[in-house]
């Protein structure tokens, strides 16, 4: 093991708080999309196992059908969404570079839904939710952290 | 120890790569490190591993191979071009106001879908994180074990009751979700791929297929105008003894094979937009035939042209998933601890180098 260079120092002290405030991962938890409805974006809501001592199943299946909702309040194929698919095509698709979709808007609304999630609920038991746009909606990435009791995952 | 740490180049890292610069060589480094990790934050389009350019700081992606799109691109400008200079002004006299008018109509609506199919992302899907991958593998080899003797690396999911086999892409390291396919001149799983066109230069799919539809359809209806507009226009010269139509050669001879193609393809893509399929799937007599003495039945249509239609040309816009202009995490290398920072050696024991690997910011796999 080399010894701690004078220069460097600073840094190690930087990121020994960091690794106190922050909790190491423990383990990642994968929900995988449910596709027996088709390609429209649904999550499975079977309930995993590692996360039996974390959280509420009851909970978890409320979180993940929200979601889902959301999802297919996204893309749902109805008046709105033809008025907006007949707009743009009149425009030559130019107004979307204006405004603001209707999918976009949602997904905002799925980030805020899942940042009060992660505060309210899954924080305080060492989770954390992944946006699944992050992942190219494939997976609800549940990041468990270790119990180390030093404060919460976030 | 210090050897490991040196070994890895995050250049050659596949997305999500870190980015801090590349393991230190000396102790004066790490210092300027954290001043460099603030002054150079990365776009994920400068680590993107598909094989597309970017312009506009990632606004707007392209195929690297443009194929075909600069004469496709010259064939309409020309014949075009052509059009309004020569044949326009004597139509206009002859006939009426109306023809240069559609005309420009017609000709801004092509080029505008050409350059939204050509500038807009396919539909292209982000390749799976090292612990997406890993877990993904663990499931492969768990169900392998168990004894089930199914094809290696595919997955079987009931889809509106009709089975439906889902495949492992060794490059993007994930089951492609349901009518994904993976584009080997993109290098990128695009959804609902229906086909890479050279003469727009890059993959239709999900977020294009739409524009590009309406390309065709225009483009057809475009070229006809002109072959309409031009025939008119030699048969009035004819009528009133004129032989000078030099031009007009190379806009019927254009026109003439274009209507031929393009208007049997857009009829070809009406049929795909009507019955709720792809050209890939089409190809490959996905939903035709049987399987197991039981036809096959397309199991996304919703079993009604007008709907079909409707979804697929005037649906809600699905956004891009690659966030090409989204900023590479950080800090994330360094709240997952446990040798996860390379430039410090020296908090390292040896457990920690061994746990280098597991990391979320270096692969698990080498770059493919």
């Known amino acids: 093991m080399l010894p701690c260079p004078s220069s460097s120092r600073g840094k190690c002290k930087l990121l020994r708080l960091q690794e106190l405030q922050t909790p190491p991962v423990s383990s990642k938890v994968f929900i995988q999309r449910d596709y027996t409805s088709g390609t429209i974006c649904r999550f499975q809501t079977k309930f995993p196992s590692e996360l039996e001592n974390r959280v509420d199943k009851q909970q978890f299946e409320d979180t993940i059908q929200t979601l889902n909702n959301l999802y297919a309040e996204a893309e749902k194929l109805g008046g709105r969404s033809y008025l907006e698919g007949c707009l743009a095509c009149l425009t030559a698709y130019t107004v979307f570079l204006c405004l603001e979709t209707h999918y976009e808007k949602v997904l905002k609304k799925i980030s805020r839904f899942i940042k009060d999630q992660n505060e309210k609920i899954y924080a305080p038991r060492g989770l954390l939710l992944t946006d699944p746009i992050e992942r190219g909606l494939r997976v609800v990435e549940i990041t468990i952290f270790e119990d180390r009791g030093v404060g919460s995952g976030r | ?368």
């Open chain 2, 1 to 368: 120890m210090k050897n490991d740490y040196q070994q890895i180049d995050p250049k050659t890292l596949p997305m999500p790569a870190p980015s801090h610069p590349p393991a230190p060589r000396g102790g004066d480094q790490e210092e300027r490190q954290p001043q460099e990790q603030r002054r150079k934050a990365r776009r994920k389009w400068q680590v993107f591993p598909g094989r597309n350019r970017f312009f506009c700081d990632g606004r707007i992606i392209l195929a690297r191979k443009s194929g075909v799109l600069p004469l496709t691109l010259g064939l309409i400008l020309v014949t075009s071009g052509l059009f309004f200079v020569f044949d326009c002004p004597f139509l206009v006299q002859h006939l009426t106001m109306c023809v240069p008018v559609i005309g420009g109509v017609l000709f801004v609506f092509v080029l505008i879908t050409l350059l939204q199919t050509t500038l807009t992302d396919p539909g292209i899907l982000p390749r799976a994180t090292p612990d997406e991958a890993a877990d993904i593998e663990k499931q492969i080899d768990e169900s392998r074990n168990g004894g089930y003797q199914s094809p290696p690396r595919t997955r079987e999911v009931e889809i509106n009751g009709q089975v439906v086999k889902l495949k492992y892409c060794p490059t993007c390291k994930m089951f492609r979700p349901p009518r994904t396919s993976h584009c080997r001149v993109c290098d990128n799983c695009v959804e609902r791929f229906d086909h890479h066109c050279p003469w727009v230069g890059n993959c239709v799919g999900k977020r294009n297929y739409r524009f590009f539809y309406f390309f065709i359809v225009s483009l057809s209806f475009h070229t006809a105008f002109i072959f309409g507009c031009v025939t008119t226009h030699l048969a009035l010269m004819i009528q009133e003894h004129e032989t000078s139509f030099s031009h007009m050669d190379l806009e019927l001879v254009v026109c003439f094979f274009s209507v031929w193609s393009i208007v049997g393809l857009s009829g070809f893509h009406t049929y795909l937009v009507a019955s709720n399929r792809t050209t890939n799937e089409d190809i490959k007599g996905s939903w035709s035939g049987k399987s197991g003495g039981e036809p096959v039945t397309n199991p996304y249509s919703h079993r009604n042209i007008c709907k079909n239609c409707c979804s697929i040309l005037c649906g809600p816009m699905p956004p891009s998933l690659i966030d090409r202009r989204g900023f590479l995490p950080e800090d994330e290398c360094v709240q997952t601890g446990d040798g996860g920072d390379i430039e410090l050696p020296v908090l390292t024991t040896k457990n920690e180098i061994n746990m280098v690997g597991k990391h979320p910011c270096l692969p698990l796999h080498p770059a493919v």
